[in-house]
């Protein structure tokens, strides 16, 4: 799948300035839906908190949903670090590499 925000500023990527919308959000849930869908039996709890997550974001105003979502990035972000440390140090100085082109 083509990334639509792939572009000539990619080498510029700052983690921290990742903003994601509304509709982005909801069709990243939707994609998950789908995903689990396929055996909705085993996923029936998850079909039903990522509706729960869907539907809070839909009665969210967009800059409450900017504060979230950059939290929980910024967080992702930090636990992927953390971990390539504990498991590789040359990916790890990659990561750190990156986060100091700021």
Known sequence: MKNP??????????PDKLVLTKKEILEFCDRVITKWNRNPTKNSKNILAMNAVKTSVLWTDDESLK???????AWTFELL?????????DWANMLKKLKSKK
């Open 5 to 14: 925000r792939k572009s000539k500023s990619y080498d510029a990527f700052d």
């Open 67 to 73: 504060a979230i979502w950059s939290e929980i990035i």
């Open 81 to 89: 670090y953390l971990n390539a440390m504990a498991q590789d140090e």
